[in-house]
Protein backbone atom coordinates (compact mmCIF):
# COMPACT_ATOMS: atom_id res chain seq x y z
CA UNK A 1 0.00 0.00 0.00
CA UNK A 2 1.13 3.64 -0.91
CA UNK A 3 0.56 6.51 1.35
CA UNK A 4 0.03 9.95 -0.27
CA UNK A 5 2.25 12.27 1.06
CA UNK A 6 0.99 15.31 2.83
CA UNK A 7 2.74 18.10 2.65
CA UNK A 8 3.73 20.59 5.07
CA UNK A 9 3.59 23.32 2.86
CA UNK A 10 -0.30 23.31 2.33
CA UNK A 11 -2.09 26.71 1.49
CA UNK A 12 -4.22 27.88 4.28
CA UNK A 13 -7.51 27.92 3.01
CA UNK A 14 -7.99 32.12 4.71
CA UNK A 15 -7.01 34.17 2.01
CA UNK A 16 -5.46 37.46 3.31
CA UNK A 17 -7.15 40.63 2.16
CA UNK A 18 -5.57 43.38 -0.09
CA UNK A 19 -4.66 46.11 2.55
CA UNK A 20 -6.46 48.16 0.12
CA UNK A 21 -9.97 46.99 1.04
CA UNK A 22 -9.10 47.03 4.55
CA UNK A 23 -8.43 50.73 3.83
CA UNK A 24 -11.15 50.95 1.87
CA UNK A 25 -13.95 49.78 4.16
CA UNK A 26 -12.64 51.60 7.26
CA UNK A 27 -12.98 54.92 5.21
CA UNK A 28 -16.06 54.16 4.08
CA UNK A 29 -17.37 53.26 7.59
CA UNK A 30 -15.40 56.90 9.30
CA UNK A 31 -16.77 58.91 6.49
CA UNK A 32 -20.75 56.91 6.50
CA UNK A 33 -20.73 58.23 10.78
CA UNK A 34 -19.67 61.79 10.04
CA UNK A 35 -22.40 62.07 7.23
CA UNK A 36 -25.36 60.76 9.97
CA UNK A 37 -23.77 62.84 12.46
CA UNK A 38 -23.55 65.78 9.94
CA UNK A 39 -27.32 64.92 8.98
CA UNK A 40 -28.76 65.28 11.95
CA UNK A 41 -26.58 68.04 13.58
CA UNK A 42 -28.31 71.74 13.74
CA UNK A 43 -26.77 73.83 15.91
CA UNK A 44 -27.90 76.38 18.69
CA UNK A 45 -29.25 79.71 17.34
CA UNK A 46 -30.96 83.02 18.50
CA UNK A 47 -34.41 82.68 17.55
CA UNK A 48 -36.86 82.40 20.17
CA UNK A 49 -38.95 79.95 18.59
CA UNK A 50 -42.67 79.82 20.04
CA UNK A 51 -44.65 76.65 20.05
CA UNK A 52 -48.09 77.93 20.38
CA UNK A 53 -49.84 79.41 17.54
CA UNK A 54 -52.05 81.64 19.97
CA UNK A 55 -49.46 83.34 21.64
CA UNK A 56 -47.63 83.49 18.56
CA UNK A 57 -50.56 85.54 17.30
CA UNK A 58 -51.17 87.92 20.23
CA UNK A 59 -47.77 88.51 20.22
CA UNK A 60 -47.39 89.09 16.71
CA UNK A 61 -50.72 91.63 17.24
CA UNK A 62 -48.65 93.88 19.56
CA UNK A 63 -45.51 94.01 17.83
CA UNK A 64 -47.09 94.70 14.41
CA UNK A 65 -45.04 91.63 12.65
CA UNK A 66 -46.14 88.84 11.16
CA UNK A 67 -45.39 84.60 12.02
CA UNK A 68 -43.56 82.27 11.05
CA UNK A 69 -44.27 78.72 11.31
CA UNK A 70 -41.62 76.14 10.57
CA UNK A 71 -43.32 72.67 10.25
CA UNK A 72 -40.65 70.18 11.21
CA UNK A 73 -40.33 66.64 13.07
CA UNK A 74 -37.27 65.26 15.00
CA UNK A 75 -36.73 62.72 12.11
CA UNK A 76 -36.33 65.02 9.35
CA UNK A 77 -32.95 65.41 8.14
CA UNK A 78 -33.67 68.35 5.87
CA UNK A 79 -35.03 69.70 8.39
CA UNK A 80 -32.19 70.29 10.45
CA UNK A 81 -30.04 71.12 7.64
CA UNK A 82 -32.15 73.97 6.81
CA UNK A 83 -31.91 75.09 10.76
CA UNK A 84 -27.89 74.42 10.10
CA UNK A 85 -27.78 76.57 7.39
CA UNK A 86 -30.23 78.56 7.13
CA UNK A 87 -31.60 79.87 10.98
CA UNK A 88 -27.81 79.94 12.26
CA UNK A 89 -26.73 82.66 10.01
CA UNK A 90 -26.79 86.04 11.60
CA UNK A 91 -27.79 87.81 8.64
CA UNK A 92 -31.18 85.68 9.15
CA UNK A 93 -31.43 85.93 12.43
CA UNK A 94 -31.30 89.43 12.52
CA UNK A 95 -34.07 89.66 9.86
CA UNK A 96 -36.19 87.48 11.15
CA UNK A 97 -36.25 89.03 14.58
CA UNK A 98 -37.14 92.53 12.91
CA UNK A 99 -39.81 90.97 10.78
CA UNK A 100 -41.55 87.88 12.18
CA UNK A 101 -42.40 85.96 15.22
CA UNK A 102 -41.13 82.65 14.65
CA UNK A 103 -43.36 79.14 15.56
CA UNK A 104 -41.73 76.03 15.60
CA UNK A 105 -44.36 72.86 15.53
CA UNK A 106 -43.52 69.50 15.87
CA UNK A 107 -45.49 67.33 13.35
CA UNK A 108 -45.33 64.57 15.45
CA UNK A 109 -47.12 66.50 18.03
CA UNK A 110 -50.90 65.31 18.77
CA UNK A 111 -51.40 69.19 19.97
CA UNK A 112 -50.60 69.96 16.38
CA UNK A 113 -52.83 68.04 14.33
CA UNK A 114 -55.61 70.79 13.77
CA UNK A 115 -52.79 73.32 12.84
CA UNK A 116 -51.37 70.90 10.30
CA UNK A 117 -55.02 70.23 8.84
CA UNK A 118 -55.64 74.28 8.79
CA UNK A 119 -52.71 74.59 6.26
CA UNK A 120 -52.90 71.60 4.67
CA UNK A 121 -49.16 70.25 5.84
CA UNK A 122 -48.00 66.90 4.52
CA UNK A 123 -44.41 67.20 4.11
CA UNK A 124 -41.48 68.37 6.40
CA UNK A 125 -40.17 70.95 6.29
CA UNK A 126 -42.74 73.20 5.52
CA UNK A 127 -42.19 77.20 6.16
CA UNK A 128 -45.56 79.02 5.99
CA UNK A 129 -45.89 82.97 6.42
CA UNK A 130 -49.37 84.94 7.76
CA UNK A 131 -50.19 87.59 9.05
CA UNK A 132 -51.52 87.76 12.68
CA UNK A 133 -55.49 87.31 12.15
CA UNK A 134 -53.62 83.78 10.07
CA UNK A 135 -53.74 84.55 6.58
CA UNK A 136 -51.39 82.49 4.62
CA UNK A 137 -48.86 85.43 3.26
CA UNK A 138 -46.15 83.08 1.42
CA UNK A 139 -44.92 79.16 1.93
CA UNK A 140 -42.17 77.11 0.86
CA UNK A 141 -42.34 73.10 0.85
CA UNK A 142 -38.50 71.69 1.68
CA UNK A 143 -35.43 72.92 2.34
CA UNK A 144 -34.72 76.57 1.52
CA UNK A 145 -31.52 77.84 1.07
CA UNK A 146 -30.44 81.42 2.96
CA UNK A 147 -30.92 83.46 -0.42
CA UNK A 148 -34.10 82.53 -1.43
CA UNK A 149 -35.35 82.21 2.71
CA UNK A 150 -34.43 86.04 3.06
CA UNK A 151 -35.94 86.65 -0.25
CA UNK A 152 -39.04 85.13 1.04
CA UNK A 153 -38.78 86.85 4.30
CA UNK A 154 -38.36 90.55 3.32
CA UNK A 155 -41.05 89.71 0.74
CA UNK A 156 -43.95 90.10 3.01
Given at each position: M????I??N??S?K??????????????????L?Y?????Y??SN??V???????A???A?NSD??I?????A???S?C?IMKRQ????K?VT?A?????V????D??D????????QY???A??????I??Q??????AV?K?????F?????SI
Open positions: KTKKSSVKSKKTHPFWSFFWLTFLVVSWAWYSFAPNIWENNIESQKLSKNMIFFTEWCPRVFADEKISEKVTVEIMDPNAKALVKNIGTPTTIFNPGKVMDYGVEKAKLEMLL
